[in-house]
């Protein structure tokens, strides 16, 4: 079992900036791949960002790409995700999953283990 908690969610004007943190617990961390996905109202739960258990491997939504960055920290168990450039069609609740390959995937079904969610709240 891998136990996941986000923090970093608020409330951010347009042009700000968040950094997002997801602190894992359980498993060895660096076994998985980690991914941000985020979940608006009325809308599918998307993959934004997705980096692979060494960090050679990255993905990211064309939405988000030149703004957000997916980091990982083996030594602290942490995944972050630095999102800037924030604009309102970033609002959502974003989670941080969790799944046990040796590559990366934007595929929600892909991933084993999930946080609870924080919620991204992006004014204009």
């Known amino acids: 079992q891998v136990q996941l908690v986000e923090s970093g969610g608020g409330l951010v004007q347009a042009g700000g900036s968040l950094r997002l943190s997801c602190a894992a617990s359980g498993r060895t961390f660096i076994r998985y791949a980690m991914g941000w996905f985020r979940q608006a109202p009325g809308k599918e739960r998307e993959c934004v960002a997705a980096?692979?258990?060494?960090?050679?491997?990255?993905y990211y939504a064309d939405s988000v790409k030149g703004r957000f960055t997916i980091s990982r920290d083996n030594v602290k168990n942490t995944a972050y995700l630095q999102m800037n450039s924030l604009k309102p069609e970033d609002t959502g609740v974003y989670y941080c999953?969790?799944?046990?390959?040796?590559?990366?995937?934007?595929?929600?079904?892909?991933?084993?283990?999930w946080g609870q969610g924080t919620q991204v709240t992006v004014s204009s």
């Open positions: 980096i692979s258990w060494s960090g050679g491997s990255i």
């Open positions: 999953a969790a799944g046990q390959y040796s590559g990366i995937s934007y595929g929600a079904s892909t991933y084993d283990y």
